[in-house]
């Protein structure tokens, strides 16, 4: 049973680039959370969808961040341009209603 | 702004022995979750528990809540080299939402 799956897994790119993380939900989960991780942050709910509808994206750090989900099975997380501070892991989660979330391993993205 | 916070923030044993982390929270919360992450891999849920219960266990785990002190416990009992990891306490939401505390990093020594 395979589980949430995102991909690159590493991403080294450069400042002002434009850089797209990827998400395959587990089948059947009806929730597609983002977050991202940093040391001095910790872990940030960044947007989360139900039914592949946006429903909070108070956690999206500004206008150069922004996140779809054009059916149930995929989500993608854009920043353009991208900036060094944006250097993170950036995790997926999915889940059911009420139920506890399932993590995808993570992308690991450095701006230089 | 994290809702849960652990303590202590850093925790290292042997094996055999006991581990215990702690976290506060602010708000009135659903459920409690706690959450393991090993280096490099995303978050694995180990347990939950719903605000209207008190303990509750799985396998090597304990975890306690109180919710008039707003605190949860996580016990881990002979502790394994294999539980070397972050552990994260997080609270939820009437809207489903999981807020995360800053974890507790668990070194298992053999």
């Known amino acids: 049973d395979a589980g949430v799956i995102q991909s690159p897994r590493h991403e080294v790119t450069e400042m002002g680039q434009e850089v797209t993380l990827r998400c395959k939900p587990i089948?059947?989960?009806?929730?597609l959370f983002w977050y991202r991780q940093t040391m001095m942050r910790g872990l940030e709910l960044l947007i989360y969808f139900n039914n592949n509808v946006p429903i909070d994206d108070s956690g999206m750090p500004e206008d150069r961040f922004s996140a779809k989900m054009p059916n149930a099975s995929f989500s993608t997380l854009k920043i353009q341009p991208s900036e060094p501070r944006d250097s993170a892991v950036y995790f997926c989660a999915s889940s059911l209603y009420g139920q506890p979330q399932h993590f995808g391993d993570g992308t690991r993205l450095s701006i230089l | 702004s994290q809702q849960g916070e652990e303590d202590p923030q850093a925790l290292s044993i042997q094996e055999g022995e006991n581990a215990t982390m702690n976290c506060s929270y602010k708000t009135s919360i659903n459920n409690l979750q706690w959450y393991r992450q090993n280096s490099g891999r995303g978050l694995v849920h180990l347990i939950l528990?719903?605000?209207?219960?008190r303990e509750k266990h799985s396998g090597r785990l304990r975890v306690t809540l109180d919710t008039s002190k707003k605190s949860s416990s996580l016990l881990i009992t002979a502790s394994r080299a294999a539980d070397t990891a972050s552990y994260f306490c997080?609270?939820?939401?009437?809207?489903?939402?999981?807020?995360f505390g800053a974890g507790t990093q668990v070194v298992v020594t053999p």
């Open positions: 528990i719903r605000s209207n219960e």
């Open positions: 997080a609270t939820t939401d009437s809207w489903g939402k999981l807020q």
């Open positions: 089948s059947g989960h009806d929730y």
